[in-house]
């Protein structure tokens, strides 16, 4: 190694490094090396907050703040720590770094039909990112949990029930897909069915394609073995096509994004009746903010400023004489009438 050295004249590193941006580590991933991540975040959160910026033109803000951990997303899984952290610098900044916030995060990290502000969750949305473009491949599937994996893959591989719950695998002329570890076989792989010995009793490869076993647009499975007969029966209702293999999104057809896994494997909520209202195209987006405020009954309104000793009186700032809650300041208050 010396002599090496010598040679090329390298200087000999110690992990961890940075590569592309990101930590080379060769243990779990930490707090620690994702601070380049929360530096810049904050950094970038800080030069904005000294601007007047309505709660819309945060808003807005955000979804560029948001964007920054997404390079991060396709290669790791953030800690919860570091996931905890970045929503805490959104939140702040959203709201202006008031130590009580209007809305709970978990209500504004809703999509605006339920009643959010359509902010990504950054955990759910980690894990639909890595869902959507590492599922293709078929280490997904047949790599083990355990072993000298990193600690990074094997928490991206705890994400296959997930996945395998919301994909649709349609096999076409078995080009793609892998004959024993992709989930083909009505939604589970011959591998998880039938154990290891299948493959051994079929004498095919481990990396063997669907197509192996396809003969004139036939299933051809080799009949040595009961479970080798009993997958020939159950592969009858499968259709082969002259198309290539697809994965599809719930249902055939249906193509797969990041924002629908987002969508689907986050907490379900029912949809509220106002949310075309307050998100209307043709109204101005301050405007809007300040409604769906409204409508959550966010404003600090004096009776809720008094309930928490924050005022000394609740009596409207208007000078009308009547208690200044939500409903009359925007339909009771003759002033509210006025304007």
């Known amino acids: 190694k010396r002599d090496i050295l010598t040679r090329v004249q390298f200087q000999e590193g110690t992990l961890p490094v940075t590569y592309l941006g990101l930590p080379l580590i060769t243990k779990r991933l930490s707090h620690v090396d994702c601070s380049y991540l929360i530096d810049r975040l904050m950094a970038r959160a800080n030069s904005w907050v000294c601007r007047f910026l309505s709660f819309a033109g945060r808003l807005q803000l955000i979804a560029t703040l948001a964007s920054m951990h997404v390079f ?19 939140r ?8 009580r916030n209007k809305v ?58 997930v996945a395998k719950d919301h994909l649709v695998y349609q096999c076409g002329r078995g080009d793609k897909f892998s004959l024993w570890y992709d989930p083909w076989l009505h939604g589970e ?3 998880a069915l039938y154990g290891h010995r299948v493959i051994y009793d079929a004498g095919f490869r481990s990396s063997a394609l669907v197509n192996e076993v396809i003969s004139e647009g036939r299933w051809q499975w080799p009949q ?10 159950r592969v009858q209702d499968i259709t082969i096509s002259a198309s290539s293999d697809c ?17 689907d494997i986050r907490v379900p909520s029912s949809v509220v009746p106002w949310h075309s209202l307050v998100w209307h195209p043709k109204l101005i987006p301050k405007h809007s903010f300040c409604l769906w405020l409204a409508i959550r009954g966010a404003h600090r309104t004096k009776d809720k400023l008094s309930a928490r000793g924050s005022s000394l009186s609740a009596e409207c700032v208007f ?14 208050c003759p002033f ?4």
């Open 72 to 90: 991060w997303c396709s290669v790791f899984l953030l800690p919860m720590k570091v996931v905890k952290e970045c929503n805490c610098i959104l």
């Open 92 to 99: 702040n900044f959203l709201w202006g770094g008031q130590a």
């Open 104 to 161: 709970r995060w978990s209500e504004v990290c809703k999509p605006e039909k339920v009643g959010g502000l359509g902010v990504k969750d950054l955990r759910i949305w980690n894990k639909a990112w890595c869902l959507t473009h590492l599922v293709k491949h078929s280490n997904f599937w047949c790599l083990p949990c355990r072993g000298s994996l990193s600690w990074s893959w094997r928490q991206i591989l705890h994400l296959r029930p």
């Open 189 to 191: 792989s011959v591998h």
């Open 224 to 233: 040595n073995s009961s479970q080798l007969i009993e997958i020939q029966g």
């Open 247 to 263: 994965i599809y999104w719930e249902a055939p057809g249906q193509s797969f994004s990041t924002h629908k896994a987002w969508n």
């Open 319 to 332: 000078n009308c004489g009547e208690e200044e809650t939500l409903v009359h300041i925007f339909f009771i």
């Open 336 to 339: 509210s009438h006025s304007v």
